[in-house]
Structures are given as structure tokens and as C-alpha cells.
């Protein structure tokens, strides 16, 4: 878990090696070359995520690291890019002991008052009733509303923890603030977007768990989407019926593998997914990820199927789109050294023939790089893409690009899309309505949406 955050917390390709080494220090503990570092910084400097050095000892559980900062007068409630202070952390993690530490370093209770509600989200959302209790022994308000103007009881119910539900009810949770929300008409009821980005479905798709790829069918009246759950991954399905949709429901998951980055075929006989089940079906999930698809039955979906050797190699192969002619494009580390396979990944397309995905080409410097490409989105007609990638160019530690097909089969070189698309934080997971008029993606853990004419005037003539 670990060597996982710290991949995570180090991800970005945009911060000084400096910054990288002394927040990595802390991590691993090594007090006095800490103490080196920090003649040349601030103790209350931040990385690229808004983290200060009390984030890392507590997400990396370095008790003396944490001691000498508290002591050396840090900051305790820092806020991050996310406005997440350490005690979030600490319950991000369940980890209840450096929760005690910091409530214990608090000058007074105003954290009660400024992050009860966000803090009882996250140990709801990780299914923690110890943890909620906790937070409600040191009196957080049990009818507090966190940002999008949910109750701790509406989160619970919303994901269905039947435990902490009850316990919330009998500790004065009140039933008549908990919303419900009806979606009807086109694209879910929303109110379509302009040249600003707005949030999708909030509180119904978008929520508090947080919300990756989407694609809605050609007709516009089924709707997919992926979700994180405590890390586990997750596919869930809307359906409208006359005018209404039906509540989001999960279609595809495993209490082992997951699945993410839903995508339908161009005859939408087949959902396309990424997972880390392992060829056989049985045992424990791979080290990388592979590309799936079920197929469409009288009976329902079918049971995953791999995309094959032509897609699938021992790197990691994610996010899938096509083109009307049913050529796949995605993104894959296959050709990446063995120590940057989980991070190094360019774009790949592999044509549709007789049936079968033809060996998979990589596209050209116009697109890949020497960085992080992936989470490729190919217009059906095939006249622009847009991806993911972490560039020194980028707003943030992952941004959106686009490229336009030339007259000549060629791809420009990919420009970054801007704000306010891209932002200080990591936008991913693109797509485009059928239709052609909204761009779809995620940000911040939630999928928002926008108009296509925001982006298409970036053709040059």
C-alpha cells in the first residue's frame, strides 16, 4: 500500500526534483535529512496537490516525521487542492490512531464545525461505522451537510450502508432532509451545457464516490458509467423508460477484479471494459490491465470475454473508443521498459477485419511522446481525437489534448485543450454524445460536461 501511495502522490511529471525528494523523505521516515531539507523550505511548503509534509506522515504513518512537524509549529489543517486537511487523510485511510493524534494537536474544536461534514462523508464512504462513531463522539453534527447538501444519513443511504444508516437515524439523523431526485427527458433531465463546464446528473451520477468514464448509447436513452468503491471498480447503468431514467444500478462487478472505462461498440452489441480479471476467471486479479468486452444476449450481458493478443499484452492496456468502421483505439504500455509499464503508455489503434482486431499500430510523435498518453477518444468519423496526458506544457497533473486528422490521413500535433477544461487538477476520461454536441469527462472524481464548440474552433484552418 505504500509503494502505491507514493506512486500516486509523486505522479506528476511537473514538480522539482527538490519538491519530490523531500516529501518522498517523509514518507520513508529519514527524520534528519528531513530536517536537512527544510533549512531551504518552508515547513508549511505544499506539493502539487496542495499536500503538506503532514499529509505524507500521516498517509505513510511516520509517527516520529509527524511528532517533529506538530512540533516544529505546522500548520495541522492545511487544506490541500481539494480542500482535504490531514485528519482527512487520516480517515481516507481508516486510520484511526493518527486521527486521535491530530484531534489531540487541535488549539480548539472549530475542525468540528469547518470539516465534521467532509469527514463524515469519507468514513461513510469507506463503510466505517467505528469511524463515524468517532467523529460523532467528538461532535460533529449528525444532520451537517457537506458541499453538494448532503446529510450524513442521505450518503449512507445513497450507497446503501444499511449499519451506519441505522446508527445515524438513532443518533438524530433527520429522514426529511434526505433528497430524492427524479431524472427525466434527454440526457437525464440536465440542463445542457454552454462554453462553461458544468457537473453531470450532480447527486445522482456525480456524487460523493467518485466517477470515471461515461458513455451514453447512440439513442441517448442508456447511460453507462464507472465508479470507484473503496478501490474497487464498478459499472453502472441507467436506462430511460418513456421520460424517466431508472435510479443508476450496478451492472458489472467483482469483489476481486473490477471493472472500469465502459465503452459500447458501433453497432452497441458489446460493452468494452478494462479489468485486472485474470485470463481464466479464477484467482487472484493480474498485475495489469487487460481489455474486456460481454456481449449483448436476449438473456443480458454475457460473461466477460477477453479483446485478445492483438489488444491485450503483458503491459497495461486502458480506456477504448471507435471509429464507425469499428477500428479500436486505446491506449497501452505494451512497448514501455518494465519499470515504467505502470505509467508509461502511449495511444494504439487496431482495425476491425472479418471479425478480428488486426495487430495494434502506435500512433506517431504528433501524438505520443515520451510522457504519459492514454484515455484516447476517437470522433466516429475519425477527424479529431482527444486524450490524457502529463506534460510540462499542462495546467495540472493530467490534462485533455486534442488532435485533427489532416487531408492526408495524418494527425496534427496534439494542443492542449485549456482551461476551462483543464485545470490544476487531473482531467481524464473523454467522450463525445452521438450526437455530437457534448464533450464528456472527469475531474476531481466527478464527470462534467460541456459543449463541443468549445473545443472544435482549436481546428486550424
Known amino acids: 500500500m505504500k509503494k502505491l501511495l507514493l506512486l500516486s502522490l509523486l505522479s506528476t511529471f511537473c514538480f522539482s526534483a527538490f519538491a519530490q525528494n523531500m516529501y518522498r523523505t517523509a514518507c520513508q521516515g ?66 484511526e490512531p493518527y486521527f486521535d493524534y491530530l484531534l489531540e494537536a487541535q488549539p480548539n474544536t472549530n475542525w468540528a464545525t469547518a470539516y465534521g461534514a467532509s469527514l463524515l462523508e469519507k468514513a461513510i464512504l469507506n463503510e466505517n461505522l467505528s469511524f463515524v462513531k468517532k467523529l460523532m463522539d467528538n461532535g460533529i453534527d449528525v444532520n451537517s451537510t457537506n458541499h453538494r447538501g448532503s446529510t450524513p444519513l ?17 443518533a438524530g439523523a433527520k429522514k426529511e432532509l434526505v ?15 454552454d462554453n462553461t463546464p458544468k457537473l453531470f446528473a450532480p447527486n445522482v451520477v456525480s456524487t460523493e464516490e467518485h466517477e470515471f468514464g461515461s458513455v451514453f448509447n447512440a439513442a441517448a436513452d442508456e447511460f453507462y458509467y464507472g465508479v470507484d468503491v473503496n478501490g474497487r471498480n464498478e459499472i453502472r447503468y441507467s436506462k430511460r423508460i418513456g421520460n424517466n431514467w431508472t435510479p443508476p444500478k450496478v451492472i458489472l462487478s467483482h469483489e476481486r477484479y473490477g471493472y472500469n472505462d ?14 485486472r480479471q485474470p485470463l481464466d476467471g479464477i484467482g487472484e ?17 454475457s460473461e466477460p470475454i477477453n479483446a485478445g493478443p492483438a489488444i491485450n499484452s503483458e503491459g497495461n492496456e486502458y480506456y477504448i473508443s471507435f471509429t464507425q468502421e469499428g477500428t479500436m483505439y486505446f491506449s497501452s504500455s505494451k512497448n514501455a521498459p518494465e519499470e515504467r509499464k505502470d505509467y508509461d503508455l502511449d495511444i494504439y489503434y487496431s482495425k476491425f477485419i472479418d471479425g478480428q482486431f488486426q495487430t495494434a499500430v502506435r500512433l506517431d510523435s504528433a501524438i505520443n511522446t515520451e510522457n504519459y498518453e492514454a484515455d484516447v477518444f476517437v470522433d466516429p468519423a475519425e477527424t479529431y481525437l482527444i486524450f490524457c496526458a502529463t506534460r510540462p506544457d499542462g495546467l495540472g497533473r493530467g ?50 460536461w460541456v459543449s463541443t464548440a468549445s473545443f472544435l474552433s482549436l481546428k486550424e484552418d
Open 285 to 301: 486479479r493480474k498485475q495489469d490491465h487487460d481489455i474486456w468486452y460481454v456481449e449483448k444476449t436476449e438473456q443480458g450481458w
Open 154 to 170: 442521505e450518503i449512507a443511504l445513497k450507497i446503501g450502508v444499511d449499519s451506519i444508516a441505522h446508527y445515524l437515524i438513532a
Open 399 to 448: 490534462d485533455l489534448y486534442i488532435s485533427f486528422k489532416n487531408e492526408d490521413g495524418s494527425w496534427t500535433t496534439a494542443k492542449n485543450m485549456g482551461a476551462p477544461i483543464n485545470s490544476k487538477h487531473h482531467e481524464l476520461c473523454p467522450y463525445v454524445t452521438a450526437d455530437g454536441k457534448y464533450f464528456m469527462y472527469t475531474s476531481q472524481g466527478d464527470i462534467y
Open 30 to 95: 529519514k527524520l534528519e535529512r528531513l530536517d536537512s531539507l527544510l533549512q531551504k523550505s518552508s515547513i508549511n511548503a505544499k506539493d502539487n496537490r496542495g499536500r503538506t509534509l503532514l499529509h505524507w506522515a500521516v498517509a505513510c504513518k511516520q509517527k516520529e516525521v509527524f511528532d517533529f512537524l506538530v512540533n516544529k509549529g505546522i500548520n495541522i489543517n492545511s487544506e490541500d487542492d481539494e480542500r482535504q486537511t490531514a485528519m482527512h487523510m487520516a480517515v481516507r485511510f481508516n486510520n
Open 262 to 275: 465502459p465503452f459500447l461498440s458501433p453497432d452497441e452489441k458489446r460493452l468494452y471494459f478494462i479489468s
Open 179 to 193: 433528497r430524492t431526485f427524479e431524472l427525466q427527458g434527454l440526457y437525464m433531465g440536465q440542463s445542457l451545457p
